[in-house]
């Protein structure tokens, strides 16, 4: 009777584990975030879930305000909803449709990966960004992802720009000269973690300085990040930040 019993314990346990086997090998990437549609009238898409649009701030959730205006981190044109201007975000992060940005393959970079990605975007025609004198006019100095930026800084002077911070996770920013960056701060003027990682070992000349720079933010809007230059340092700065996920991790 008892091997009997001993038996069936073990049919049950195979079993088990047969069906959790076959439940996770049909898992794709896209089961991982089921994203809602929201009406866009009522309700935002806000990170991966509908959030009612009064709960929104205004110009969010995929970007913000540059004092009267909205500035929309995707490029794309705000929506005016309710007399309020919002810029709509576009797909969930982690579902299956929103691969990533730099592999198209919803995988993330290495960080040899991300230094060589960093190299090719030197055959892009920069941006021209003025960096601002003071803290409180950030807004007015945007730097976008993905977009090498030639910065000019203020004459004896700190100077200012800040670039979308999207969700909470990491951006390499990649310099083209070094000790010029004296912080990275958050929308209040508080420290957040960045840590020099040397130069950029596959275009040293062109990227003398990688700062890999922690972005905590898990409100579903974009909130700016500023980077503040040193006050008598170049007159200008070549710049390009790079989504970086957690590339740089051991």
């Not at 049919?11 to 047969?18: M, R, S, W, Y």
């Not at 981190?73 to 709509?88: R, V």
């Not at 990533?100 to 990966?113: N, R």
């Not at 909470?168 to 020099?196: K, R």
């Amino acid at each position: 009777m008892e091997d009997m019993r001993k038996k069936e314990i073990r049919k049950l346990v195979v079993t088990a584990l047969f069906t959790l086997t076959l439940a996770f090998s049909c898992m794709g990437p896209g089961d991982e975030v089921d994203c809602p549609v929201c009406d866009n009238k009522t309700e935002l898409l806000a990170g991966a879930k509908c959030v009612p649009v009064d709960q929104v701030e205004e110009c969010g959730p995929d970007g913000h305000s540059h004092g009267t205006e909205c500035h929309c981190f995707s490029e794309q044109e705000p929506n005016t909803i309710g007399g309020k201007e919002y810029c709509l975000q576009q797909g969930c992060p982690g579902a299956g449709g929103d691969t990533d940005a730099h592999t198209g393959d919803g995988d993330a970079y290495t960080a040899e990966d991300l230094d060589v990605h960093a190299c090719e975007h030197l055959g892009d025609t920069p941006e021209e960004v003025d960096a601002v004198a003071t803290f409180e006019d950030f807004g007015d100095a945007h730097v976008d992802l993905e977009h090498l930026a030639d910065i000019t800084l203020p004459e004896n002077a700190e100077g200012f720009v800040h670039f979308p911070g999207k969700e909470t996770g990491e951006v390499a920013v990649y310099v083209s000269e070094t000790g010029v960056i004296d912080a990275f701060l958050d929308g209040q003027g508080n420290a957040i973690g960045a840590h020099n990682q040397g130069e950029n070992g596959d275009c040293p000349d062109d990227f003398r300085e990688v700062w890999l720079v922690e972005v905590v933010n898990d409100t579903g809007s974009v909130k700016p990040q500023i980077i503040r230059f040193r006050d008598g340092s170049l007159n200008g700065v070549r710049v390009l930040i790079l989504d970086a996920g957690h590339a740089h991790e051991e």
